[in-house]
């Protein structure tokens, strides 16, 4: 089993910085592929950003490229996201998701390859 507690959400204007931050637990953190979703009130959760198990694959939805930034840190087994200009469309309840994989680059864009989900943390934005 692995455990994902999120942390970092609030309330910030647009155009300012958050950084989100998963703790995992009860795995080897280098075994855990890791990526973050959000989801809106009345919209499914979408993806916005993924990192493989070695740290040197990442990927971004669109809406998020170039102002997300994914990163991980192994001796603290954290992975975060560090959002910046954001937009009132930024504001959703992010997730922290993980999985053990075998292989070190993957990266998973889809919600279904991951086994275990953190609680959420909300992120609003107001413009």
């Known amino acids: 089993q692995v455990q994902l507690v999120e942390s970092g959400g609030g309330l910030v204007q647009a155009g300012d910085s958050l950084r989100l931050s998963c703790a995992a637990s009860?795995?080897?953190?280098?075994?855990?592929?890791m990526g973050w979703f959000r989801q809106a009130p009345g919209n499914e959760r979408e993806f916005v950003s993924a990192i493989s198990r070695n740290g040197r694959n990442t990927v971004y939805a669109n809406s998020v490229k170039s102002r997300f930034t994914i990163s991980r840190d192994a001796a603290k087994n954290t992975v975060y996201l560090q959002m910046n200009s954001l937009k009132p469309e930024d504001t959703a309840v992010y997730y922290c998701?993980?999985?053990?994989?075998?292989?070190?680059?993957?990266?998973?864009?889809?919600?279904?390859?991951?086994?275990?989900w953190g609680q959420g943390t909300q992120v609003t934005v107001s413009s």
């Open positions: 998701a993980a999985d053990v994989v075998s292989y070190s680059s993957t990266c998973f864009q889809d919600s279904s390859e991951y086994n275990y």
């Open positions: 009860g795995r080897t953190f280098s075994f855990l592929a």
